[in-house]
């Protein structure tokens, strides 16, 4: 508890730096990362990612420092490097742009770890902690960094302010775009510097391996919640930041964790439960929907049962025990119980000792689903040419989905016709 | 047979155009006429879609040049409006009808300005004259392709052009939206506007049209649609053979050879 306060009270400089740091390279990283989402370019951000590592490396060897200046810029110019050869690839020959984009990937990332091998059995005190560019090390952000990267993170976020209308209509219509006169390969360009900047600044919390994930997962979350852009940028930017905290967070009461691998966990956590929780598009929103109809057709499959009984032995209200049921309908007797119990909560059926009876109610559903099954095998065999034999088993789901609008317009054009195709008497 | 219009708004001059140095259209020379309906048809492949993009400058010429209102489409873009093909984009993407609508203004707006009350009020008026407005808020998957097809005609709408290039905008709408499509089209053609539309349904052609393009990878003809729905000329654009010009365009492809020669290389 007494870090929680200590941590969040910012009272450490260190704590400071660090927060900020994480904060606006996780967000800035997400703002930008949702247009390279949006693009279908996930793939091309991971390049970028790796291919830096041979720019940081040939940085430091030119200037001799860890200037964070130098390093950005070489991180910059062999990024974008790798963009150009994988669009000059993907133009000129036959190479597919996922075999393109593989290829660039490992090829930079050699030649990085190359380097960076060669630079530390240099001798050159100054290299240590280079390697920190791999995995990300957010806790060793100081002052003179966090100046670099937070006035890049604010370029950043700027831009997309500013060109929001732009990126947007290139990311869904780039024909279109082009048709009214918008400079798009201008505006791709500098979507491709911004992808490029995000990621120059983000691998010193994360590190190249896991750079990817700060581009992509945070508007891969975002877009499980919301179905308008400028929310799902905006939570994208939250996500990002939230697991940035978080991230710095956990290394600071855990000194042996390192930030920007927790970072990726945080978010990768709030991803997969997006997945499952999100409404309407989770995958647990799905199944609740599912089970639901399932109960329905249940239900109303069961009603029906006791109705046609009803209409066989011209009482409706007859009490049937559980195995006359069973009989005409071979479900388990558990599944049947757990229906009849549902109806009867409902009020659709009482329990008379061990029989079960329709009330009024339970009737008339039973008597609508009878009617609209019956209603829809005409249907299919008048104005569907289908056989007569062919239409029971689309009957069986479609009596479920009817609306009563639809309903009413197949009665009206049916003409309220008396029996159905198997001469049985359609009831209202 | 190919007609000059006098009264020409469009004129396409010699143009050819290669996928993969794979000649797609040979030689084209058009002069559409101003206020008319104008179809474009051809059987799959005749390279419809390319000639509309080719006018618009979307897919780069081997040869020749276009002119829209007598200039280059640069200094005219605010009279034209180029309907993509509606599966030529995701429209699982996070935007709503009235979004996809506004980005008409777009080019109006030029680069930075945000779209004004002004704008969200034609965006609004363009779904209307659509039939859509009842679905502006909705979120652009859960439209019908019909509807899908509607949102793209309204951006086209806010974009209040003179000419309109509309890439197969009856393809997989329902009957209805056909209709619905084909009376509003006939309305703007009516007031002056230009519509050029490509369309590969030989069956409704004739009653849509006033002027027609038969296409096929060349020009078969162009000229109003009582002179050039013809059989024999039908036949020439749909005829099954496989022409030599298709056979030389594959041997172009192969050998990499350039389709036009070029003197200063």
Same mark, same amino acid.
């Not at chain 1, 606006?24 to 930008?32: D, G, K, T």
């Not at chain 2, 000229?223 to 729905?229: V, Y």
């Given at each position: 508890m007494d870090s929680l306060i200590e941590f969040f009270s910012f009272s450490d400089p260190n704590i400071r730096y660090v927060v900020a740091g994480s904060v606006l390279l996780a967000a800035s990283a997400a703002i930008v990362g949702s247009f390279t989402f949006l693009k279908k370019k996930a793939l091309s951000g991971d390049a970028v990612a790796h291919s830096v590592l041979p720019g940081v490396c040939l940085a430091f060897i030119l200037s001799g420092t860890k200037n964070p200046f130098y390093l950005v810029l070489g991180a910059f110019a062999t990024g974008w490097l790798s963009l150009v050869f994988i669009d000059n690839i993907v133009a000129r020959s036959?190479?597919?742009e996922d075999t393109a984009t593989g290829l660039i990937l490992s090829v930079f990332f050699g030649v990085g770890i190359l380097l960076l091998t060669a630079i530390q059995h240099s001798g050159n005190a100054a290299q240590s902690g280079l390697d920190q560019f791999l995995f990300g090390k957010a806790a060793s952000l100081v002052g003179s960094d966090l100046i670099v990267f937070s006035s890049i993170s604010v370029i950043l976020i700027a831009s997309v302010i500013l060109f929001f209308k732009e990126f947007t209509l290139i990311a869904f219509d780039e024909n279109f775009a082009k048709a009214i006169g918008f400079p798009v390969r201008g505006l791709e360009l500098l979507l491709t510097t911004l992808t490029v900047l995000a990621v120059v600044i983000g691998i010193q919390a994360v590190g190249v391996v896991l750079m990817a994930a700060m581009l992509i997962t945070p508007a891969a979350a975002a877009r499980f919640w919301t179905d308008k852009l400028r929310v799902m940028v905006i939570l994208a930017a939250f996500i990002g930041a939230f697991s940035g905290i978080c991230g710095a967070y956990i290394s600071y009461i855990a000194p042996a964790m390192p930030t920007g691998p927790w970072i990726v966990m945080v978010l990768s956590i709030l991803a997969i439960g997006s997945f499952f929780l999100a409404p309407r598009k989770g995958i647990m929103s799905r199944y609740l929907l599912q089970r639901k109809n399932q109960n329905q057709i249940l239900e109303e499959n069961l009603l029906k049962l006791f109705y046609k009984m009803g209409e066989k032995d011209q009482d409706y209200l007859k009490e049937r025990s559980l195995k006359s049921i069973q009989e005409k309908r071979p479900y388990s007797f558990r599944k049947i119980k757990r229906g009849l119990q549902r109806l009867l909560q409902q009020g659709f059926l009482e329990r008379k000792k061990d029989k079960w009876q329709l009330t009024l109610a339970g009737k008339s559903k039973g008597q609508r689903v009878v009617k609209l099954h019956r209603l829809w095998e005409l249907y299919l065999t008048e104005k569907m040419n289908i056989a007569p034999d062919h239409v029971h088993d689309d009957a069986e789901t479609i009596e479920h989905i009817i609306t009563p609008e639809i309903e009413r317009k197949l009665e009206k054009k049916l003409g309220y016709p008396k029996t159905d195709p198997h001469q049985s008497d359609i009831p209202y | 047979m190919t007609k000059k219009a006098d009264n020409d708004i469009i004129e396409?001059?010699?143009?050819?155009?290669?996928?993969?140095?794979?000649?797609? /259209?040979?030689?084209?020379?058009?002069?559409?006429?101003?206020?008319?309906?104008i179809g474009v048809i051809g059987p799959n492949g005749a390279g419809k879609s390319t000639l509309i993009k080719s006018i618009m400058g979307l897919v780069p010429l081997s040869s020749g040049a276009v002119k829209l209102f007598n200039q280059p489409l640069e200094k005219v873009r605010k009279k034209v409006s180029y309907v993509p093909q509606r599966e030529s984009v995701d429209w699982d993407f996070p935007a709503s009808a009235l979004d996809v609508v506004l980005m008409g203004r777009f080019g109006k707006l030029g680069l930075f300005k945000r779209p004004r009350k002004a704008d969200k009020e034609v965006a609004m008026n363009s779904l209307r004259k659509v039939g859509m407005e009842g679905f502006a808020h909705r979120q652009i998957s859960q439209l019908s392709g019909g509807q899908q097809q509607r949102?793209?005609?309204?951006?086209?709408?806010?974009?209040?052009?003179?000419?309109?290039?509309?890439? =197969?905008?009856?393809?997989g709408v329902d009957a209805a939206t056909e209709k619905a499509i084909i009376a509003l089209l006939r309305e703007m053609s009516d007031k002056g506007k230009t519509v050029v539309v490509v369309h590969h349904d030989l069956q409704t052609a004739q009653s849509y049209f006033d002027w027609v393009v038969l296409l096929n990878m060349r020009l078969i003809a162009s000229g109003?649609?009582?002179?050039?729905?013809?059989?024999?000329? /039908?036949?020439?654009?749909?005829?099954?053979?496989?022409?030599? /010009?298709?056979?030389?365009?594959?041997? /172009?492809?192969? =050998?990499?050879?350039?389709?036009?020669?070029?003197?200063? =290389?």
């Amino acid at each position: 508890m007494d870090s929680l306060i200590e941590f969040f009270s910012f009272s450490d400089p260190n704590i400071r730096y660090v927060v900020a740091g994480s904060v606006l390279l996780a967000a800035s990283a997400a703002i930008v990362g949702s247009f390279t989402f949006l693009k279908k370019k996930a793939l091309s951000g991971d390049a970028v990612a790796h291919s830096v590592l041979p720019g940081v490396c040939l940085a430091f060897i030119l200037s001799g420092t860890k200037n964070p200046f130098y390093l950005v810029l070489g991180a910059f110019a062999t990024g974008w490097l790798s963009l150009v050869f994988i669009d000059n690839i993907v133009a000129r020959s036959k190479i597919k742009e996922d075999t393109a984009t593989g290829l660039i990937l490992s090829v930079f990332f050699g030649v990085g770890i190359l380097l960076l091998t060669a630079i530390q059995h240099s001798g050159n005190a100054a290299q240590s902690g280079l390697d920190q560019f791999l995995f990300g090390k957010a806790a060793s952000l100081v002052g003179s960094d966090l100046i670099v990267f937070s006035s890049i993170s604010v370029i950043l976020i700027a831009s997309v302010i500013l060109f929001f209308k732009e990126f947007t209509l290139i990311a869904f219509d780039e024909n279109f775009a082009k048709a009214i006169g918008f400079p798009v390969r201008g505006l791709e360009l500098l979507l491709t510097t911004l992808t490029v900047l995000a990621v120059v600044i983000g691998i010193q919390a994360v590190g190249v391996v896991l750079m990817a994930a700060m581009l992509i997962t945070p508007a891969a979350a975002a877009r499980f919640w919301t179905d308008k852009l400028r929310v799902m940028v905006i939570l994208a930017a939250f996500i990002g930041a939230f697991s940035g905290i978080c991230g710095a967070y956990i290394s600071y009461i855990a000194p042996a964790m390192p930030t920007g691998p927790w970072i990726v966990m945080v978010l990768s956590i709030l991803a997969i439960g997006s997945f499952f929780l999100a409404p309407r598009k989770g995958i647990m929103s799905r199944y609740l929907l599912q089970r639901k109809n399932q109960n329905q057709i249940l239900e109303e499959n069961l009603l029906k049962l006791f109705y046609k009984m009803g209409e066989k032995d011209q009482d409706y209200l007859k009490e049937r025990s559980l195995k006359s049921i069973q009989e005409k309908r071979p479900y388990s007797f558990r599944k049947i119980k757990r229906g009849l119990q549902r109806l009867l909560q409902q009020g659709f059926l009482e329990r008379k000792k061990d029989k079960w009876q329709l009330t009024l109610a339970g009737k008339s559903k039973g008597q609508r689903v009878v009617k609209l099954h019956r209603l829809w095998e005409l249907y299919l065999t008048e104005k569907m040419n289908i056989a007569p034999d062919h239409v029971h088993d689309d009957a069986e789901t479609i009596e479920h989905i009817i609306t009563p609008e639809i309903e009413r317009k197949l009665e009206k054009k049916l003409g309220y016709p008396k029996t159905d195709p198997h001469q049985s008497d359609i009831p209202y | 047979m190919t007609k000059k219009a006098d009264n020409d708004i469009i004129e396409v001059h010699d143009v050819t155009v290669t996928y993969n140095k794979k000649p797609v /259209l040979w030689g084209i020379d058009l002069h559409l006429p101003k206020g008319a309906l104008i179809g474009v048809i051809g059987p799959n492949g005749a390279g419809k879609s390319t000639l509309i993009k080719s006018i618009m400058g979307l897919v780069p010429l081997s040869s020749g040049a276009v002119k829209l209102f007598n200039q280059p489409l640069e200094k005219v873009r605010k009279k034209v409006s180029y309907v993509p093909q509606r599966e030529s984009v995701d429209w699982d993407f996070p935007a709503s009808a009235l979004d996809v609508v506004l980005m008409g203004r777009f080019g109006k707006l030029g680069l930075f300005k945000r779209p004004r009350k002004a704008d969200k009020e034609v965006a609004m008026n363009s779904l209307r004259k659509v039939g859509m407005e009842g679905f502006a808020h909705r979120q652009i998957s859960q439209l019908s392709g019909g509807q899908q097809q509607r949102v793209f005609l309204a951006r086209a709408l806010a974009q209040e052009a003179e000419l309109y290039f509309m890439d =197969e905008p009856f393809a997989g709408v329902d009957a209805a939206t056909e209709k619905a499509i084909i009376a509003l089209l006939r309305e703007m053609s009516d007031k002056g506007k230009t519509v050029v539309v490509v369309h590969h349904d030989l069956q409704t052609a004739q009653s849509y049209f006033d002027w027609v393009v038969l296409l096929n990878m060349r020009l078969i003809a162009s000229g109003p649609i009582e002179e050039t729905f013809k059989p024999e000329l /039908l036949q020439q654009t749909y005829g099954g053979k496989l022409t030599l /010009l298709a056979e030389v365009g594959e041997l /172009l492809q192969k =050998e990499e050879f350039p389709s036009r020669e070029k003197d200063n =290389e």
